[in-house]
Structures are given as C-alpha cells and as structure tokens.
C-alpha cells in the first residue's frame, strides 16, 4: 500500500515538508510505502470551471495538477499539506486542491485522506478546514490525530522545537496506516465501498 503525501508549499524543504517527512517515518515503520509529491515553486492557479477536463480527462492547464496524476491513481491515502497563508491554507495548494477534483475526483474517492498544515503564529484551523473541503466532496475519510494536525515553524530548522507536533505529526502516520491495513481487510472480507446516490442536483433555485 502507498500513501502519497502532497506538499502544498512553494518551499519543497521547508516546515510542511518537515512535518509531512515525520508523517512518512511513521508510515514506513508500519510498513506502508509513501511518496512526497511538491507542487512547485511557481504560483498554481485555481480551476475556471471550463470543462475542457471532461473531454480530456485531465486538468488542459496541464503542471503539477497533472504530473501528479499517475501517482494519484495508485495512491491508498493521501496526506494533503501546506502552510499557513494569511490564516488560511497557501492559495496555491487550494488550487491544486480544486483543480485535482474537478478534473480527476476519480483519483480521490474513498481514500483515506489527512490533513496538515504549518505556520509561524496563527490561521492554522482555519487553514485545516479549508484543505479538508476537497477530500470531503470525494468520500475521503478523514483521518485524525491526537490533536489539530499543525507543526509550528517559520522555518524547517524551528520544527524539531515542536516535539508536541511532531508527535502529532507520527500519530497521524500510524492511525492512517491503522485505517489502510483494516480497508484492505475488509476488502479480503468482500465488505466494498457503496455506490453513491447521484441523480439527483439541487441549485437551490426557487
Ligand atoms: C504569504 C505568506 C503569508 C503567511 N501568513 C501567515 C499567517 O497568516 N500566519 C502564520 O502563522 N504564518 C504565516 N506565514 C508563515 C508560514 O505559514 C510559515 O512560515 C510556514 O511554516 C512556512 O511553511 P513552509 O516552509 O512549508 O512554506 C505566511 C507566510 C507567507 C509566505
């Protein structure tokens, strides 16, 4: 099994990709595989709401959104990250985030997923909730830890400071190994996932 742990940082070596290494270390030792996937250093936008994915198959505007595609596909689990941005998550990994599910959703349904996120002082549980809208929209379950999962840092070399976040950080690792190694028992045991309902779309229009 293989959790792919996105860090949705411009800094690939900073404090989000400190606390999504401490993630892995836990993973490992439980014997589940991991892949860190940075989205870049260059701003990611937000999805337009063309449509051109559904003729594709995949985000038209093409970068991180979609190279990170054949590592979605056979992904467990997913571990979302990114840092604290004016008290809410870094708006480039929300707009990773929108354009993954809009264009590949498949990728996501009902794999576990969790989120964490970094930051120098404040905004972290308003940056938590905002990284979880997306794995809610695809029946990801959502797994938690002992606390809100946050890592306190401006910089990569501050985070070993947070021992309660990182601790944190490893909890976090092992409950999601924990909830991968009882699906794919259930799955031996022919308990599957359901199909959703989806005929019916309301717009509240009135
Ligand atoms: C544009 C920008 C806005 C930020 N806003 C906040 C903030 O609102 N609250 C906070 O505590 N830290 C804020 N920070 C600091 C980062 O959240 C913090 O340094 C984080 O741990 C960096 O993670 P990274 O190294 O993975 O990028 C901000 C940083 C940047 C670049």
Redesign the pocket.
């Known amino acids: 099994m293989n959790v792919l742990l996105i860090?949705g940082?411009?800094?690939a070596h900073?404090?989000?990709?400190a606390a999504l290494r401490e993630v892995a270390a836990a993973l490992e030792a439980d014997g589940i595989e991991t892949t860190i996937f940075h989205i870049g250093s260059q701003p990611v936008a937000g999805c337009i709401g063309c449509g051109g994915c559904v003729k594709a198959g995949h985000c038209v505007f093409g970068g991180p959104v979609v190279d990170v595609l054949p590592l979605a596909e056979k992904a467990d689990g997913f571990v979302f990250g990114a840092?604290?941005?004016?008290?809410t998550a870094a708006a480039g990994m929300l707009g990773f985030l929108h354009r993954l599910g809009y264009s590949a959703g498949r990728t996501l349904r009902h794999k576990p997923a969790a989120v964490v996120t970094?930051?120098?002082?404040?905004?972290t549980t308003s940056a938590l909730e905002a990284l979880e809208k997306v794995p809610q929209f695809y029946e990801m379950p959502l797994i938690s830890s002992t606390y809100w999962p946050m890592v306190h840092?401006?910089?990569?070399d501050q985070v070993p400071g947070d021992a309660e976040g990182l601790q944190i950080m490893r909890n976090l690792g092992h409950n999601m190994a924990w909830i991968l190694k009882c699906i794919e028992a259930g799955k031996a045991a022919g308990v599957t996932a359901p199909t959703a309902e989806n005929s019916v779309r309301t717009n509240f229009v009135r």
């Open positions: 860090n940082s411009p800094h900073g404090c989000t990709d840092p604290v941005h004016y008290a970094t930051a120098r002082r404040a905004g840092g401006n910089s990569a």
